[in-house]
């Protein structure tokens, strides 16, 4: 299979989590504390016994990849919250604000210059949101939620750009799901929480074993093994079609509780649009 192939396929599983989430009947942080348990326990085995790589780093770099894990824990948290309050049309749709979130936050933790580029696309991205608020105000609990998935997404991405290199990738990531599993564990066991773990239906059970492997851990190792093919930018470009990969088949799966106004599309559209025009420009600038 091409390198590009792999690429689409990868962002069409990571664009059906969503659907996951909807089909699971979990409520979102049980199902947030299985995935990153059992996605832990996956990414573990396959460092330790198939690319026989050692697993331990520096104990300060360790704490770092905890915290940012615990961003991590919070943004899936947020983004699960978002779909059960609403559908996932709207939840996709809103994610695609973090790209606004990180023009703001990367210049102030990396201490470069803010790129206008961004801003303008940030006011267009802006707009399209306030424009989706206003059409489809009976979501407007699962906007707020999907709006704050996003903040805490591009919070997450841009510390663990911060982090790059220190470790293997595949360290990186290990570390911080399982340090998002800690937290959420520490989390529950002071709040009684834990409790309702032991309560999942065994077809919640197989279908978050599934959400956890094949659409989480799999997709991970694949994009890191695919960064030797493509480019960064490239895997980027491609990312942004998780929306409209999950929009489309939660439409199919779910029907009519997916449907959405024709001003919800076209805004949808051209934040898109915005996202990989952004792209582009950044890639000329590169050059």
């Known amino acids: 299979m091409s390198a590009q192939l792999r690429l689409h396929f990868i962002v069409f599983l990571w664009g059906f989590t969503a659907v996951l989430g909807k089909l699971i009947s979990l409520d979102a942080n049980h199902l947030v504390w299985y995935r ?136 990186i990531i290990t570390y911080e799901i399982f340090g998002g599993f800690l937290i959420l564990t520490l989390y529950f066991l002071f709040t009684d929480n834990l409790v309702g773990v032991g309560t999942i239906s065994l077809n919640d059970f197989w279908w978050t074993l599934l959400l956890a492997s094949v659409f989480t851990a799999y997709p991970m190792f694949e994009s890191i093994r695919l960064m030797r093919h493509i480019s960064p930018f490239t895997l980027v470009l491609a990312v942004n079609l998780e929306p409209v990969y999950g929009i489309f088949f939660a439409y199919l799966i779910f029907g009519e509780s997916e449907h959405m106004s024709v001003v919800f599309y076209l805004a949808s559209a051209v934040m898109l649009l915005a996202i990989v025009l952004n792209g582009i420009i950044k890639a000329r600038k590169r050059r």
Request: aromatic share 14%; net charge positive; with cysteine.
């Open 36 to 171: 990153m348990g059992l996605t832990s326990v996956f990414l573990i085995a396959f460092i330790t016994f198939f690319q026989k790589e050692s697993i331990f780093v520096r104990r300060d770099l360790a704490v770092k990849l905890v915290g940012v894990g615990s961003l991590m824990a919070i943004h899936w948290l947020l983004f699960f919250h978002s779909i059960k309050v609403s559908n996932v049309s709207i939840t996709l749709a809103c994610i695609s604000t973090a790209t606004l979130f990180v023009a703001f936050i990367e210049p102030l933790v990396f201490r470069r210059r803010i790129d206008w580029t961004e801003i303008l696309m940030g006011v267009v991205i802006t707009a399209c949101m306030l424009l989706i608020f206003k059409t489809e105000i009976r979501y407007k609990e699962g906007i707020i939620y999907g709006v704050l998935c996003a903040f805490f997404g591009a919070l997450f991405s841009v510390f663990n750009g911060r982090l790059h290199g220190q470790t293997s990738s595949g360290n």
